[in-house]
Structure formats: C-alpha cells, structure tokens
C-alpha cells in the first residue's frame, strides 16, 4: 500500500454539500453476447445505461452526471440518453481505472465535494442506495456498498483440486456506486497514474493502495453487474415477475358520523353539517 496524506473524510461538511457521479460506460461488454456493447443492449425495452444513468441524474442529491463512453458509442449513446439530463459525455481509456480518471478530471471544473462512481452494466440501483452512499461518504470519506458472501468459498490448486474452505465472515462482495471525497479520489487516481498503475479493477482498490481508509455500507441484492447473456436472461426474467404482481380488490368502509363542517372522500375535503 502507497501511504499518502490525502484530502480525507475530516474535510467534508455535513450540510450544502455538492454530489456528482461518474458512470463507466466505455467498455466493450463481449461476454455478454449480441452484436452491442452491454451497455446498450436493452432490457425490458431500453438499453441497460438509460436506468443506470437515469438513477442518478433523477436524484435530487446529484448535481452533476458525467458519462463516459466509448469513441465509437456516439450514435448508440444518444439515442438511449434521449431526454435525461446529464453532461455531454467524454472518452473512456483502455481500463476501467482510465475511464473514471477521465470522469473525474471532466468534473474538476464543477468542484463537487462528493463523487460516486457507478458501473453503467448495474441498472438497478435503488435511489436508496444512492443515499445510502452518499451518507456513507459523507461520514467517512470512502465507502462501498456490499453484500455478504452467502456461498461456501473453497480455494483450488492449478488442477481444479479443493485445497481448502475459506471462512467466509469476512468476505464481502463489492457493487456500485462507490463514494469518495472528490479531491480524495482524483489525488488518488492522479498519484497511481504517475506511478504507473493502470490495474486497479475498483476505485476502492485504488483508494486503498493511496492511503485512504475505506468503509462500507448496505448494498443490495438487487444491484446485479450484467455481464453475461445469462445475467440478462435471469433479470430480465425477475423484473418481469416481479412487473407481473399486480393484484386488485374490492371493499368498503363504514364510519360513525359526527357534528362538523365537512367530509373527507377519497382525499377530498366535502363541506357537510356531520
């Protein structure tokens, strides 16, 4: 681990706060099947980045929405961000960490406080857990949402061979958005660029190897990473039951009357002697 003082969590106020997100967006997505990049294959009738993007750009503790994309994704992008109200989006590199450096140097200019950095392929964030880590960052200064690790964990040897269990206590399974102190992140991404790093595959890894104490918070089962055809297969097939659980009723109520001036009904106020 590379210990550097950075802008930590001690310099992040409570109040008048300003939140921005990164969403990745610039990969290729190939295991995931089709003729598109993931990000743009559509499930339940839109592409996968609109919710992602959407999400955060309809929450009212986001001021600013940077997209990054890929140079060859301009007609595909425009046509599924029609309507959202987000930056003009900016060029990936050729990782993942590359891509939210260019993300975050795009948002210097707008000076957030806070930034949460959102995988595009996890369509299904909740605005809750958008608060959640916002509040996470706000306490902290880094924080990632997780969920506990509910399979036995075995390690292998080169031939497939169990060469033990793993306890499994302290394990968690990591998903986005992951939120930081702003200046905190783009120091950290801008050290392990003048370094020579490019392999962090999340920017809590990279924050971790900067110095910065990283915390967690509740993530949700929900917020699935599509990578593979499969994987659109199984949500599109969930969010289709869970779409399809419509139930009606019929019934009545019976209240005693009294001396007044007016009568409620469904939510309107009727004036009336009782």
């Given at each position: ?8 969590p ?5 109040h ?50 940077q ?55 996890r ?17 902290s200064?880094?924080?990632?949402p997780v ?73 949700e ?46 939510g ?7």
């Amino acid at each position: 681990m590379m210990q550097r003082h950075l802008s930590g969590p001690g310099n992040i106020a409570l109040h008048n706060i300003k939140v921005a997100a990164v969403v990745v967006a610039a990969g290729r997505g190939l295991r995931a099947g089709g003729n598109l990049p993931k990000q743009y294959r559509s499930i339940l009738g839109e592409p996968v980045i609109r919710p992602s993007l959407a999400t955060l750009a309809r929450h009212t503790a986001i001021s600013a929405v940077q997209p990054v994309i890929h140079p060859d994704d301009g007609e595909l992008y425009g046509r599924a961000i029609d309507g959202l109200d987000v930056l003009p989006p900016v060029h990936g590199g050729a990782s993942r960490q590359a891509s939210v450096c260019a993300g975050l140097e795009a948002l210097e200019p707008h000076r957030p406080d806070l930034v949460l950095v959102h995988d595009a392929a996890r369509p299904f964030a909740s605005a809750a857990l958008v608060a959640r880590a916002i509040a996470a960052a706000q306490t902290s200064g880094a924080a990632v949402p997780v969920i506990a690790v509910a399979d036995t964990v075995k390690t292998i040897d080169a031939a497939g061979c169990v060469t033990g269990t793993v306890d499994r206590t302290h394990l968690r399974l990591v998903q986005t958005p992951q939120s930081f102190g702003f200046i905190g992140l783009l120091d950290a991404h801008r050290l392990a660029k003048a370094a020579g790093r490019d392999d962090f595959t999340d920017d809590a890894a990279l924050a971790e190897w900067a110095g910065l104490t990283v915390t967690t918070f509740e993530g949700e089962a929900g917020n699935v990473k599509l990578t593979t055809n499969d994987d659109f297969t199984r949500a599109e097939a969930t969010k289709l039951a869970a779409l399809s659980d419509v139930r009606t009723g019929f019934g009545f109520d019976v209240h005693q009357f009294g001396d007044g001036d007016h009568v409620m009904l469904g939510g309107i106020r009727i004036a009336h002697p009782r």
